[in-house]
């Protein structure tokens, strides 16, 4: 801990040692948020707690800006509690041990938590100067956001006058970000019916795909193993009769699927067919996904002799097989307004079958939220037209880019006088705490997200550049000092 004394800003990473010292694992953020309160009443300013944990502090406007607009400054309190095998810390009860190395401040054999204990050290910071320039601040602490942004769903916003929102949640330097996607996660079931049959039972396997997470890699165009399999099921049924067993592939909707696995009973007559067929479809696949998959297999095998089996009948097996073929998947509509940003995309992520009904779960994004809207009203329409429904859950609202921001504004001139250079104006397809707030906040609702450059977040490999929270801070302070 020693070795935090003479980091710079001195004022920030002091709240950070602080903060460490508190066990604030998601879930856990009992302490941490007392913590905050105390805070508060040390400094005789006005707070409120609510019963979630979620905390606002009130800080007035230094002199010269009592009639400024105030300014809200968010981060939340709780962190992802990851160690080593080895280690013997309790992340339920202890505090964390810091080190330094060079230009980088880590946790030992643990998680670090500046994702986003750094928001938090920074807002203290702030609070806590009568050196620095600033509007009336509100400082707006959730809790629980690594687990669904619970405490931005739950936080009761009418106390909150700012409506310019600087977030400090994001891990590169450099970048402003100014808009994320809403989602919902969306799981279509379409009954099915069972009999018992009798043939030789083939299993189907697609795998070798890099798969990857939904908000961020659905650009690269890796194959969705789900959506593969259904069109291999689709080719092998224009030469064959079958009846489906099994269907399984992926178990999270945010995970494009890189794995997925079917069995079929079939008449013996046909296994020579089939497995040709799917070795044509492996060297179709091959071609086609040849730069983003290149080592994607298909693998066919048979059990012989004849078995008998509980298989969907011929029209769930029909009905089964056109869903898959007919689903949307994958990106659908790009930004028109800030480029090579994906707008709005759906991920089969996770497909499963039991006795009684086949389960596709979906990942549906966008920064639109009628286009979000769009998407699921397709997912009904499709699946009702096979007998099926969707239900929906974890829905969170979007942040739309304002194409008149006088907050971006302000950043990108201050970002531009310490550092000569404009910052890169970004989008991200996955959501923030932003779009919450945004979704009750209203109309003139204005925010930015910035950070300092971390990597292994939600690792024991997690890092904190500390010249990177120098600059940052400095952005800060002169966004604040700027927003007259």
């Not at 006005?46 to 009592?66: L, M, R, T």
């Not at 990851?82 to 880590?106: F, H, N, Q, R």
């Not at 697609?206 to 069109?231: F, Q, V, W």
Request: net charge negative; aromatic share 6%; proline share 3%.
């Amino acid at each position: 801990m020693d070795e935090l004394k003479n980091l710079q800003p001195e004022a920030v990473f002091d709240f950070f040692r602080e903060l460490a010292a508190i066990p604030h694992g998601s879930g856990n953020t009992g302490q941490i948020s007392d913590y905050l309160v105390k805070f508060a009443k040390d400094r005789g300013l006005e707070y409120y707690q609510d019963e979630a944990n979620n905390v606002v502090i009130f800080k007035p406007a230094s002199p010269g800006y009592e009639d400024a607009p105030r300014v809200m400054i968010q981060g939340h309190m709780d962190m992802v509690c990851e160690k080593t095998p080895d280690s013997a810390i309790d992340m339920e009860k202890d505090g964390l041990t810091l080190a330094v190395d060079g230009d980088w401040l880590y946790a030992e054999n643990t998680t670090l938590g500046g994702d986003d204990g750094i928001a938090v050290a920074m807002a203290l910071a702030a609070m806590d100067s009568d050196e620095l320039q600033h509007p009336g601040i509100d400082a707006v602490f959730t809790v629980d956001e690594e687990i669904g942004m619970l405490g931005a769903e739950a936080i009761d916003v009418s106390r909150i006058s700012a409506r310019k929102m600087i977030n400090i949640d994001s891990e590169e330097e450099g970048i402003i970000t100014v808009s994320c996607a809403g989602g919902v996660t969306a799981s279509v079931h379409l009954p099915v019916r069972r009999q018992t049959g009798r043939g030789v039972l083939c299993h189907i396997r697609i795998d070798g795909l890099l798969g990857g997470h939904s908000g961020i890699e659905i650009d690269k165009e890796h194959g969705n193993a789900n959506i593969m399999m259904g069109r291999l099921l689709y080719a092998l049924s224009e030469h064959a009769d079958f009846s489906l067993v099994k269907l399984a592939g992926g178990t999270k909707d945010n995970a494009i699927c890189k794995l997925s696995e079917a069995e079929i009973l079939t008449e013996s007559a046909d296994i020579d067919a089939l497995r040709d067929l799917c070795d044509e479809m492996n060297k179709t696949f091959a071609h086609e996904l040849r730069s983003s998959d290149p080592e994607v297999r298909v693998t066919f095998t048979a059990e012989t002799p004849e078995v008998s089996a509980e298989a969907l009948d011929r029209d769930s097996t029909r009905r089964v097989i056109a869903y898959l073929m007919q689903t949307p998947n994958g990106i659908q509509n790009m930004s028109t307004e800030i480029e090579g940003l994906v707008e709005t995309s759906l991920n089969l992520g996770a497909l499963s079958m039991d006795e009684a009904e086949m389960v596709a779960v979906y990942a549906v994004r966008s920064s639109v939220a009628t286009r979000k809207d769009y998407l699921c009203d397709k997912l009904e329409s499709l699946s009702a037209l096979l007998g099926g429904s969707v239900q929906y859950s974890g829905a969170y609202p979007g942040w739309e880019y304002r194409e008149d921001s006088a907050l971006r504004d302000t950043c990108i001139e201050a970002y531009t006088k310490l550092y000569g250079k404009a910052p890169e104006i970004d989008a991200i397809h996955a959501g923030l705490e932003c779009g919450l707030f945004a979704g009750k906040m209203g109309d003139d609702f204005d925010a930015v997200s910035f950070g300092p450059d971390m990597s292994g977040v939600h690792t024991t490999d997690e890092k904190l550049s500390i010249s990177s929270v120098e600059r940052t801070w400095k952005l800060l302070c002169e966004i604040l000092k700027n927003c007259r």
